[in-house]
């Protein structure tokens, strides 16, 4: 990818390095969120002296934690970085965003809101709750922010083997496209439709739901590669091609425990993902992106 003259988006927070443990440090672990020393102290001296349930006070200090998630305090004076992968990662975002204000405007006659990428190093909170490296990159409807960690880069060149600029920004726009569904409202009749399925029809849903941000993906790069023609490089597609195969639910279960099950995918198959992405890529169109009416995936 030529990414040289592309601007950098400014909704990116780094919160790389600033030491958030994910529960460590001097906390209780209560409904999968950490209460601080000081929560536990009050609660006990108000079982003790009034007979209060320190359980409640428990339960409000996760309400509160959940509402108000703490930023890191160094970030409003932070500069940006200027490490390679930092900036690759605000120059992909940057296109994301302009590529889809087009799209928006000359297809749905709306204003596209973008969302905030976060960098960030082992764990961190979210609205969706604590965010850790392991998850691989991810998107929170909660508070509309994108979450990565840029060593997953390393992981998807090293133990996927799917390396190159176009892989990575791959993976960038398949969150973003998560975004677009939250803002187009497909995420919210998801998870309804979610609460009222079995498990193993939740999971179909999940995955039709996943092929579909790997559609958008795919119409971001069809459309920012007209919108710029210089972009996109011989190659490319091939890479986006490659990474979505190697993190497909049957090669990776077959990756780590020898064998498929495939009513527990939430993804799609390598298969399914390559396809779905190459549709977007073929057709530039978000309307045939409409995985829930395939009956094909």
Known sequence: MRLDDEAESQNVEDRRGDGYGGGGGFGLPIGGKSIGIGTVIIALAASYFFGIDPSLIFQGASVIQGQQQPAPQSQAHRPAANDQL??????????????????????LNRRYAPPTLVMFSGATPTACGTGQSAMGPFYCPGDQKVYIDLSFYDELRQRFGAGGDFAQAYVIAHEVGHHVQNLLGVSNKVDAARRRMSEAQANQLSVRMELQADCLAGVWA?????????????????????????????????????????????HGTSEQRVRWLRQGLTTGDMRKCDTFAARQL
Do not use: C
Not at 87 to 103: A, D, M, P, S
């Open 222 to 266: 069809a459309t920012a590669g007209k919108m710029n023609q210089q972009l996109l490089e011989p190659g490319d597609v091939e890479q986006g091609l490659k990474a979505a195969a190697a993190i497909g639910d049957d090669r990776l279960q077959k990756q780590s425990q020898g064998y498929v099950v495939p009513e527990a995918f939430t």
């Open 86 to 107: 930092s900036v690759f990662t605000r120059k992909v975002l940057g296109n994301t965003e302009r590529t889809w204000e087009h799209i928006f405007e000359t297809d």
